[in-house]
């Protein structure tokens, strides 16, 4: 099986700053992933040329099954407000997103409310500004794997420090009401020292993902629930390929039961 996280920031390339569908789909080909999750992911958005980029990775993986999970109406860092319905479906949509080759027997949606207070937040070209956090949520599916049933989520928490750790709490809360095997696909925005410290889950890829190209930071992470982790097998490969979008890297792990 072969697993992959990674944050799109909505498919914008960091050599012209512009979105084009094709470089988004070679970007999520080259991957090669069974079970993708998608991070910082627009639906009918101006800045994005109107894409639907998990229907466009889906096609670009071959992958028969897909869902996006909106987290706000608008466009962060203009104007939003947090999704609350499928009324809102109509709107420009911001979210995350869960792509896999695999029948999906059950999906499950669990809202993590933003950070109260502004934080600042290093933004390129505008420098340090003071933002709004906004909502996140957990998107989780239990999949018909090659081995049988196994729960894949993936989620996008807070750049708040000590928030994320609050979201991650309850991420793993939701977690136990789905079966073992679980893995857990996201840019956490920390690093993996916390993620372990709090959870116990293991780290099934250590590499550095963010920034692109030269990166010196693990905000992206693969975990796994240790309560059936011997169900996965092993891991035979851990990489983060360069692409042509995103200000992070992908990051994709290959995992083999008969290792």
Known sequence: MRLATFNLLHGRS?????????????????????????QEVDRAQPRSGLLDLTALAAEALHAPTHRFAAAVVGTPGETWQPWRSDDDNAHPLYGIALVSRYPVLRWQITALPGAPIRSPVYTGD?????????????????????????????THLSFVPGWNLRQLRHVVRA?????????????????????????????????????????????????ADPR????????????????????????????????
């Open 14 to 38: 960091l050599s012209d700053g512009t979105v084009h569908a094709d470089r988004v789909s070679a970007a999520i080909a080259d991957l090669d992933a069974d079970v993708l999750g998608l």
């Open 126 to 154: 505008e420098g340090i500004r003071l933002l709004k956090d906004e909502p996140r949520v957990l998107l989780a599916a239990v999949l018909e794997g090659p081995d049988g049933p196994l729960t894949v989520a993936t």
């Open 175 to 223: 977690l136990r009401a789905l079966p073992i095997p679980r893995i857990l696909l996201g840019d956490l925005n920390m690093p993996a020292g916390p993620i372990r410290a709090l959870t116990g889950w293991r780290s099934l890829g250590r590499a550095p993902t963010f920034p692109s190209p030269s990166p010196r930071a693990q905000l992206d992470h693969i975990l």
């Open 228 to 259: 059936g982790a011997r169900q996965l097998g092993r891991v035979v490969q851990v990489c983060t390929p360069y692409a042509p979008v995103s200000d992070h890297r992908p990051l994709v792990v290959q995992l083999d039961r008969g290792a």
